[in-house]
């Protein structure tokens, strides 16, 4: 019988050592990081993409993608809409959330961890609803 594997999205961008960007970067299929942003880093598209955080990489800002590989440091939320894999060297200080999460020896998490069902769509910031805001009253 043959089993097939989910076939990883190619890694179209890298952010090499040395390189630091400011501001919110989005991508689509795969990014590796081996600098540093200051900012967010959101894929496109949730599910079927790949970021890989290596060793030497540091991130500040919120990560959202499908399959997320860290061995560098996270300052921030980090949201997983597949799997979530901590390798040695991880640190990620911010909430976590992840469908899957596979973590090695060795790296840490200082916040919160958060299951979520397979299926279920992460809310991103701009997926949100405003907050109501009541007109005012004429009460003196």
Partial sequence: MWFSKKKQPPIRSLI???TAVHGELRFTDGLRIDGEVHGDVIAESGTGSLLVISENARVVG?????????????TGPVMSNELLELQPKARIVGDVTYESLEMHQGATIDGGLQHRAAGTKLLIEEDKQPPLKLAASNES
């Fill in 62 to 74: 919120k990560v959202i993608a499908g399959h997320v590989i860290i061995n560098g440091t996270v």
């Fill in 16 to 18: 090499g050592e040395g």
